[in-house]
């Protein structure tokens, strides 16, 4: 059967985007990802911890291609208004597997400013992995603000809200197969 084509501009509830990375080009990407961490990660066993929601498309594509023997677990980000100044204090929820002594490899859908990266990091640095590397889709260069080691990056883009391929606006848009960018009006 004929897919046929993608539409270059969607619109996303009250939005409008516009194709900005085609699947193929996320392909070749991910590929590319996929041809590093087996090579890093050669005579070892790592364990992926894909951060839910937004990563499960590109988790899903990336750990098909990776051939070292690993383990895969899904972790979310649970939020609770907290007592911190800020309000809102972020924690990281459903980790079954222990992670000490582990080479561990958290797979994002995207790090924007780096904030929420930087609270995950700490989070599983206490929990004492023997290494801890940063796998992302998307990295927004311009406004990251953490210094935050990023191994692995499929693709950096421009300070533009994005949807598609696992990302979403208000949890809409995730369901397509390329990565759109809003068009502001
Ligand atoms: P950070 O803490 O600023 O790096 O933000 C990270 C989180 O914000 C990501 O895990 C996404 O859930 C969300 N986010 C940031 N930029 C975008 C975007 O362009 N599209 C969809 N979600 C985004």
């Keep these: ?5 993608a539409p270059h501009t969607v619109i996303v509830k009250d939005k409008k985007f516009t194709v900005s990375v085609p699947a193929s080009r996320i392909r070749q990407e991910v590929s590319r990802i996929a041809d590093e961490l087996n090579r890093d990660y050669a005579g070892r066993t790592p364990l992926f911890l894909a951060v839910l929601n937004g990563s499960f498309v590109f988790a899903a594509d990336l750990l098909r291609l990776v051939s070292v023997p690993c383990q895969v677990s899904f972790v979310k980000l649970g939020s ?3 007592l911190e ?3 809102e204090v972020r924690q990281l929820i459903g980790l079954g597997e222990s992670v ?6 958290v797979v994002e859908d995207i790090v924007d400013t780096g904030l929420t990266m930087s609270r995950l990091l700490e989070s599983l640095r ?17 406004k990251l603000l953490s210094d935050i080691d990023i191994r692995y990056c499929a693709l950096r883009i421009p ?3 994005v949807v598609g391929y ?3 606006y208000d949890g809409f848009g995730r369901n397509y197969a390329d990565i759109y960018s809003i068009i502001k009006e």
């Design 1 to 5: 059967m004929l897919r046929s084509a």
């Design 80 to 82: 609770y208004e907290g």
């Design 85 to 87: 100044s800020g309000g």
């Design 100 to 105: 000490e002594g582990r080479d561990v490899v």
């Design 126 to 142: 206490a929990m004492k992995p023997a290494s801890l590397s940063v796998c992302t889709l998307l990295l927004k260069p311009d």
């Design 159 to 161: 300070d533009n809200f």
């Design 166 to 168: 696992g990302l979403d």
